[in-house]
């Protein structure tokens, strides 16, 4: 029986792993993983696991309600731009940042920090999320 | 890729409703959207002299099918229109959707297959069908609306992990651009403050437009003598801090249509056609940008397309719309398009030079905070503008000297980036 792969992403994240896959031909990470490289369509590829930690470059918040209702409990939350130490980019949830202005402004002037992944539960699903170090 | 057209297409007539809200706005109030495509329908083919018997295809778009149920379009509103028996096909290319169709029209005429083809996108991101009511609708909530949208974003791991599109298109862009350019929040405002003004000046000047009321009278009509006092006031709040709210998108329902044809359709044409002379059309999921979120990487490639497609250079735009969904993304992509210098737009805002009288026009129609955004209709309203200014139709919001070259960029959410050149003959 084939394997979902979105599936094993995130039992993975359950127990606090965050794995990728690394390209053979180009060397590239696909994080978080696909079928095939999304960098050169390649299929010869092989898991990858990345270290969690990394640096938040910005980050902002919504105004709005949540639109997917798997975060009425949790919002409103402050959403970043985070570069992964293995070089990828990706935004999640920051925890522990404040959505005022000031606390923004301070995170602004601060940025970049280092960060490490924080994995929080949404409705019964683990996420990627990631606090300030 | 070849990236070259064997023939000219030529637009020869377009149309498109006021957009506003189909539970209220007079010119499209009570109608559905069988019927309100069929009124941009109408106003297109007039435009370009088109009896529905010339037309060879029809390509029809529409986003949001859950407030829509109209999956079908193809079939749908041809009969709403009178092209039964053509052939057609439903398209989705978000946002950017009716100028995906006119790419799409334009590559079956180059190749010698079609004639004439009809190009409508129309949405309601307001309401949805009452009930089961063939006729009646109800107001859907907002965040309801953009759950819906949101399904043209990643699904497997951004939606699913809290993706927001405030921070994601408007906050963190807004953070890194004052950070590149040494720009402080204070003038951010400012200057975010006199693109909102310009904007809403189009949409004042535009019947079509959502929002016809200037910043400044809304304003006052709110009890703020300044203007700007308004602008920084809870009136306004942050979207996504340092991102207010009035830098955004107002949502809409709206429906747009355009005629494409072959040269040989254009000697009978009662109004001056418009070459489609090239375009560009690069697709890419999140991440959206990497270490520079001002900097959207398949942007480039696509005004790299477009302007090689249409031989043109940057220097020769008279006229550019750039999707404005978010205001300072749309800074960041009219700098990418070589329209404006790099870390200038919001000092071109401020001294007025993005109006339609100024010396870098951009989005006369109102953008989409003024005009409104109805999603798969927008890039068509988009183009309308452009047609309209390139024939000297615009009224007291003409450009001066009607632009020979006009670019227009969209992003389909999430994202196709779509390059359009227009040339007027």
């Known amino acids: ?22 390209c053979r031909k180009c060397d590239k990470i696909t994080f978080p993983p696909t079928a095939m490289c ?3 369509g390649s299929r010869d590829v092989e898991a990858f696991k990345l270290s969690g930690e990394g640096e938040l470059l910005y980050v902002s918040h919504s ?41 923004l402004m301070e995170y602004y002037q601060k940025c970049p920090l280092k960060v490490v992944t924080d994995i929080i539960e949404a409705e019964g699903l683990s996420i990627l999320a990631f606090k300030v170090k | 890729m070849k990236n070259k057209l064997k023939e000219p297409v030529y637009i020869l007539g377009v149309g498109c409703t006021r957009f506003g809200n189909l539970l209220e706005t007079p010119e499209i109030k009570g109608l559905t959207l069988q019927e309100m495509a069929a009124e941009a329908v109408k106003e297109a083919l007039d435009d370009s ?19 829509s149920t109209l999956p079908a379009t193809y079939s749908q509103i041809a009969k709403w229109t009178g092209m039964q028996f053509k052939a057609g096909v439903h398209i989705d290319g978000a946002c950017s959707t009716t100028n995906i169709g006119i790419t799409l029209g334009a590559m079956g005429i180059a190749s010698g297959v079609y004639r004439k083809v009809l190009v409508v996108g129309l949405e309601s991101t307001l309401s949805q069908p009452k009930k089961l009511s063939p006729y009646d609708r109800e107001t859907i909530p907002t965040e309801e609306m953009w759950l819906w949208t949101d399904y043209c974003v990643n699904q497997a791991y951004s939606v699913p992990q809290g993706y927001d599109i405030f921070p994601t298109y408007n906050g963190i862009i807004a953070q890194a651009y004052c950070k590149k350019y040494g720009i402080s929040i204070e003038e951010f405002e400012k200057g975010m403050f006199e693109l909102c003004r310009t904007r809403r000046l189009h949409g004042s000047m535009n ?31 942050f979207l996504a801090w ?16 355009i005629v494409i044809s072959s040269e040989e359709g254009i000697e009978d044409a009662p109004n001056l056609p418009i070459e489609v002379k090239g375009w560009g059309v690069t697709i890419s999921d999140l991440p959206w940008y990497e270490e520079d979120p001002t900097y959207m990487h398949y942007d480039t490639l696509s005004f790299e397309k477009a302007y090689d497609m249409a031989d043109i250079t940057s220097e020769q735009i008279d006229y550019l719309h750039v999707h404005d969904c978010s205001h300072i993304s749309s800074i960041c992509t009219a700098e990418l398009s070589g329209y404006l210098p790099k870390g200038e737009g919001l000092k071109y805002a401020e001294a007025g030079r993005l109006r339609f009288d100024g010396d870098r026009p951009m989005s006369t129609h109102g953008g989409r905070h003024a005009f409104g955004h109805a999603w798969a209709a927008s890039a068509g309203a988009d183009t309308y503008e452009a047609v309209k200014q390139m024939r000297g139709l615009c009224g007291d919001r003409q450009i001066k000297k ?10 389909g959410y999430a994202m196709v980036s779509t390059v359009m050149v227009y040339g007027r003959r």
């Not at chain 1, 731009?81 to 606390?103: C, F, K, M, T």
């Open chain 1, 1 to 22: 029986m084939p394997k979902s792969i979105i599936r094993g992403y995130y039992e993975d994240l359950e127990q606090k792993k965050l794995n990728g896959k690394k």
């Open chain 1, 38 to 40: 999304e960098h050169c």
């Open chain 1, 63 to 103: 105004m709005a309600p949540p639109p997917n209702p798997r975060f009425n409990k949790l919002a409103p939350y402050a959403y970043g731009h985070v570069r992964l130490e293995e070089g990828v980019y990706v935004q999640a949830i920051i925890n522990g940042v404040g959505i005022d202005p000031e606390s």
């Open chain 2, 49 to 67: 002299g088109t009896d529905p018997s010339e037309i060879d295809a029809i390509f029809v778009g529409n986003v949001t099918m859950h407030t």
């Open chain 2, 207 to 237: 019947k079509k437009a959502i929002i016809q009321e200037t910043l400044e009278d809304e304003a006052k009509r709110l009890g703020f003598d300044d203007p700007y006092e308004f602008w920084i006031s809870n009136y306004n709040p």
């Open chain 2, 242 to 257: 340092p991102s207010r709210l009035r830098s955004a998108v107002s949502a809409a329902d709206g429906a747009s249509a």
């Open chain 2, 402 to 411: 009607a632009p020979k070259i006009s670019v227009i960029h969209t992003h």
